[in-house]
T-cell receptor, first 114, second 114 residues
Framework: DTEVTQTPKHLVMGMTNKKSLKCEQH?????MYWYKQKAKKPPELMFV???????INESVPSRFSPECPNSSLLNLHLHALQPEDSALYLC?????????????FGPGTRLTVT | KNQVEQSPQSLIILEGKNCTLQ??????????LRWYKQDTGRGPVSLTI?????NTKSNGRYTATLDADTKQSSLHITASQLSDSASYIC?????????????FGTGTKLQVIP
């Protein structure tokens, strides 16, 4: 299984809602990532988990809260988002956080904040 | 600041024709460079990885080159197919120990028409 899965595929939420994005991989990877991608822009790194511990937080607003319950799962909890947070949210995983490890990306969750 | 610039920004070619995409980077110290293909609304998929000592690497109809001296890379697509229509993203990883930060290029949007 060389797949990273993400749910839901699409999400529409109001600014007062609380929702969560889910990401799962069963490749035994020990590093997992959240990226945000706006239209026609490259992905921007948000968070890196290495061995289930948060190792990188790229100054992301607190309305985004990551969680890594176990080595296969990565969640992104959303609360009080703004319309400008609408984007494609990509999850990725790699065997480790080191330089030679390829990141495998999921298909993304298309988020719309109304 | 590390930068990765790609050209052209967009490209339209006829099915069956060849094309070459360019990537210039300032990332230092350099670790590796990957070319990804990203279909609209989907996660990126790795095509090739180039390390410092590699000049050319092929993956089917995709051939990547790297000139580490001039900090340039190219992705050549031969005998293009309609399914090649996608964004192609150059991603450069720096070699700084621990988690090596990656810098994404802005991408080239390729459209193959019949």
């Amino acid at each position: 299984d060389t797949e990273v899965t993400q749910t839901p595929k699409h999400l529409v939420m109001g600014m007062t809602n609380k929702k969560s994005l889910k990401c799962e991989q069963h490749m035994g990877h020990r590093a997992m990532y959240w990226y945000k991608q706006k239209a026609k822009k490259p992905p921007e790194l948000m968070f890196v988990y290495s061995y289930e511990k948060l190792s990188i937080n790229e100054s992301v607003p607190s309305r985004f809260s990551p969680e890594c319950p176990n080595s296969s799962l990565l969640n992104l909890h959303l609360h009080a988002l703004q319309p400008e947070d609408s984007a494609l949210y990509l999850c990725a995983s790699s065997q480790g956080p080191g330089e030679s490890y390829e990141q495998y990306f999921g298909p993304g969750t298309r988020l719309t904040v109304t | 600041k590390n930068q990765v610039e790609q050209s052209p920004q967009s490209l339209i070619i006829l099915e069956g024709k060849n094309c070459t995409l360019q990537c210039n980077y300032t990332v230092s110290p350099f670790s590796n460079l990957r070319w990804y293909k990203q279909d609209t609304g989907r996660g990126p998929v790795s095509l090739t990885i180039m390390t410092f000592s590699e000049n050319t690497k092929s993956n089917g109809r995709y051939t990547a080159t790297l000139d580490a001296d001039t900090k340039q890379s190219s992705l050549h697509i031969t005998a293009s197919q309609l399914s090649d229509s996608a964004s192609y993203i150059c991603v450069v990883r720096e070699n700084s120990g621990g988690y090596q930060k990656v810098t994404f290029g802005t991408g080239t949007k390729l459209q193959v028409i019949p």
